[in-house]
């Protein structure tokens, strides 16, 4: 399910505008498969009635400001409870695995003529959320360090 209007502007008059980092840990690995791990930091300036993050993919563990939560994922968001979070700094811990995707979009990876696989990613209009989680939202800008660990 794509992000409605109404979703985004709750997002974004409860996250401070320039408050978001992403860590993201990624094991790209051959085959059908990858794993990972996505750091999300922000700052609310109020408690929404809901906080859902975009991601198209399996959690494996969920961690809101240092405490394991039950994961609540639906249509491609994950809900994080609400009642973990609080007026300023936040911390969400998204551990996951993902399929490749082979339509051009997301994380995609193909075998070529030579038996080689490549990796590459398009995330553009909204496409982010097929790879790692995240506020997949363009007003919401935020600054990201990706580490990458592949094959050879």
């Keep these: 399910m794509p992000l409605t ?5 709750s997002r974004g008059l409860a996250i401070k505008r320039g408050s978001i980092t992403y860590d ?12 990972g791990f996505a750091e ?10 809901e906080l859902p993050i975009d991601f198209n993919g399996k959690v494996t563990r969920l961690v809101v400001n240092g405490t394991a939560t039950e994961v609540k994922a639906e249509e491609g968001f994950l809900f994080l409870d609400v009642s973990l979070l609080k007026v300023g700094h936040n911390v969400v811990g998204v551990h996951y695995s993902n399929s490749y995707n082979n339509d051009g979009s997301g994380c995609v990876s193909f075998v070529d003529v030579d038996g080689k696989q490549y990796i590459y990613t398009q995330f553009e209009p909204y496409y982010a959320n097929r790879v790692f989680a995240c506020f ?17």
């Design 24 to 35: 993201f840990h990624i094991s790209l690995e051959k085959g059908n498969n990858y794993s």
């Design 5 to 9: 209007q109404e979703r985004a502007e």
């Design 136 to 152: 997949d939202q363009p007003d919401l800008k935020a600054k990201m360090r990706l580490y990458v660990v592949s094959p050879s």
């Design 40 to 49: 999300i930091s922000f700052e609310l300036n109020t408690i929404p009635q």
